[in-house]
Each structure stands twice: as structure tokens, then as C-alpha cells.
T-cell receptor, first 111, second 117 residues
Framework: ELKVEQNPLFLSMQEGKNYTIYCNYSTTSDRLYWYRQDPGKSLESLFVLLSNGAVKQEGRLMASLDTKARLSTLHITAAVHDLSATYFCAVDIRGDDKIIFGKGTRLHILP | ETGVTQSPTHLIKTRGQQVTLRCSSQSGHNTVSWYQQALGQGPQFIFQYYREEENGRGNFPPRFSGLQFPNYSSELNVNALELDDSALYLC????????????????FGAGTRLSVL
């Protein structure tokens, strides 16, 4: 059974600092996704990573994928308060069409 | 804005009742997936429909059922509601065509928040 583990689950950090969220998954997958969710809202797609070594950047967020290690990272550079949210990584099972989510990382950025 | 719409946005039911949640897919998408997100948890896959047929199911009991219509809109039905069914229910649509990039990228609706009392 595919398992997706994120760490940390909670993160409180100061504005201007850098930090990384880690996502490990247990079996071969076609894609890795990063989503953002604000309280009471739906999921906003941030990145889709398709292949080993893939790196994508949008503003202060950068995601990378190492399929051999079954690890993805979401790096936050010079955090700002607006990035406060819960971040989920998710993977899909090769040959299947469902997406398995991690438990999420609740990020709180202090002004 | 993903183009996926869900209704209603909020719903309150009592134990034992039945509920129907609705989802309108993004234009051109032929696949819809439903997820349950309990408070403080990640979304859990319920099932997926592709061209009106169930195309995969997660670990949910049979009282969770669904339909997909010819226009690719979808319903999630839950019978005999239990308190633990209280959650945010998310619908996601995607295009199951065989281009590597486009296949299965899911776009989520805003969700329906169900409270069971």
C-alpha cells in the first residue's frame, strides 16, 4: 500500500527565514504533486513533478523530486506571512488513477 | 479558479439521514474523483468515475456511492450518515487521455462541508 509521509507536520517560522518541507513515499509513482490549502478552502495546485531530478520554482517556493530516494522537497525562501497555509504532497500509483495524500504540513509564518 | 463547481457549499444533516453532493467538472474533462477530508487530515480517496463507470475505489463502505452523468457531472451519495462522516468533501476532475503531461492532473472544486449531528 502506498504511503506518503510529510515532515514536519507543524512549522512555525519567522518571516525572512528559509525552510524545507520533506515528503517521502513508499512505492513507485508516476507523479508527485504539491498543493496548498488555506483554512476552510479547497486545494490549490502548486507543482506537478514528473521525473527524477525535476525542479520547479514559483516565487518563493521551489519543489524538487528524487525518484530513487522517493523523496520530494518543498523549499521556502525568505518566507512571508502570505505563505501561511497547509501544504500537502500527494502521489499517484503507477497504473492507477487515485492520488494518495500526505497528512499535510501546517505552516505558520510569524510577521 | 479551476472550473470545478460543487454544491452545496455547506450542509447539516443528522445521523441516519442520506445526503447527495454534486460536482460539475471542468469543461472537457471526462473523469471525476471524490475525496473526503476530515478536519486536520489529508484528503482520502473515495472513488473515481470515468465515462459513467466506477474506475477505482478507496477504503470506504458501500453506503458511499456515486454517479457520473453523460455530461460528466457527478454525484456522491452517502446513506445512513454517521457522525464520522462529518468532513469536507472534495471533487476533482481530470482528463484521462493518454498524453503524459495532461493525464490525470486533477483540478479540485471548493468542496462541500458536511456536518452530521
Amino acid at each position: 500500500e502506498l504511503k506518503v509521509e510529510q515532515n514536519p507536520l507543524f512549522l512555525s517560522m519567522q518571516e525572512g527565514k528559509n525552510y524545507t518541507i520533506y515528503c517521502n513515499y513508499s512505492t513507485t509513482s508516476d507523479r508527485l504533486y504539491w498543493y496548498r490549502q488555506d483554512p476552510g478552502k479547497s486545494l490549490e495546485s502548486l507543482f506537478v513533478l514528473l521525473s527524477n531530478g525535476a525542479v520547479k520554482q514559483e516565487g518563493r517556493l521551489m519543489a524538487s523530486l528524487d525518484t530513487k530516494a522517493r523523496l520530494s522537497t518543498l523549499h521556502i525562501t525568505a518566507a512571508v506571512h502570505d505563505l501561511s497555509a497547509t501544504y500537502f504532497c500527494a502521489v499517484d500509483i503507477r497504473g492507477d488513477d487515485k492520488i494518495i495524500f500526505g497528512k499535510g504540513t501546517r505552516l505558520h509564518i510569524l510577521p | 479558479e479551476t472550473g470545478v463547481t460543487q454544491s452545496p457549499t455547506h450542509l447539516i444533516k443528522t445521523r441516519g439521514q442520506q445526503v447527495t453532493l454534486r460536482c460539475s467538472s471542468q469543461s472537457g474533462h471526462n473523469t471525476v474523483s471524490w475525496y473526503q477530508q476530515a478536519l486536520g487530515q489529508g484528503p482520502q480517496f473515495i472513488f473515481q468515475y470515468y465515462r459513467e463507470e466506477e474506475n477505482g475505489r478507496g477504503n470506504f463502505p458501500p453506503r458511499f456511492s456515486g454517479l457520473q452523468f453523460p455530461n460528466y457531472s457527478s454525484e456522491l451519495n452517502v446513506n445512513a450518515l454517521e457522525l464520522d462522516d462529518s468532513a469536507l468533501y472534495l471533487c476533482a476532475s481530470s482528463l484521462a487521455e493518454w498524453t503524459a503531461l495532461a493525464k490525470n492532473i486533477q483540478y479540485f472544486g471548493a468542496g462541500t462541508r458536511l456536518s452530521v449531528l
